[in-house]
């Protein structure tokens, strides 16, 4: 049965869908078979890995509202093992029209129950909110990891994420885990990077990850070539830390 990973953070620019597409194409890269599906309305999962779903009308937007099975939705990638459900702009519709939708948090539960036992890994890259879309993410997941900045206010208003998490696991999904926390932007220079690593540390004890993502050049071009940095430039730091990041989350089952 193939593990079912939230990447959350209501929190924008935390590096969330980056963490989704690294880490997803190197569980891939290591003989894993991996699904990603975007939704965030944003669509930039596909574009990281070279998929423009702007013009497509089988995506998981049409999946959630019924209008197509989700195996129709799901699309090979130039990357061996590596397969994405894209979204797009009309997803951002789907707030209003799930309103009316006796069971809508479920959803995407029942629908990834047709399918997951045939990935390793299923990869769910979450909108920078609280809303429908990321409580359906995390009622159909195992775990959640959770994306965070070095910077400062890094920790601000990851309480109320918590308390999402928490109020899920009270009746929603009981199974519902932390899978960790993953450092992302670190700035090795900066007396507030070490800091915020250390808060961070204090705050989650061992639910952070070993692997630490830097602030990377590469890191940043990759996704305008439509490459997870693996597939971009293999030698650099942030394709290193994100291979590391895999192989904890292979080992943490």
Known sequence: MGKIISVSNQKGGVGKTTTTINLASFLAVKGKRVLIIDIDPQGN???GIGVNAEEINTTIYE???GEI???DAVFDTEIENLYLIPSNIHLSGAQVELLDIKGKEFILRNLLKKIRDN???ILIDCPPSL???TLNSLIAADSVLIPLQCEYYALEGLSQLLKIIAMVQEGLNKNLKIEGVVLTMYDS???LAHQVVTDVKDFFKDKVFKSIIPRNVKLSEAPS???PIGFYDRSSAGSTSYEKLAEEVMNNG
Do not use: D, S
Request: glycine content about 14%; hydrophobic content about 50%; proline content about 0%.
């Open 131 to 133: 809303g429908i879309l």
């Open 119 to 121: 990935f390793h890994y």
């Open 225 to 227: 070539f439509g490459k």
């Open 69 to 71: 099975t989700i195996e």
């Open 63 to 65: 999946a959630l509202l």
């Open 189 to 191: 220079r900066t007396n």
């Open 45 to 47: 999962a596909g574009f």
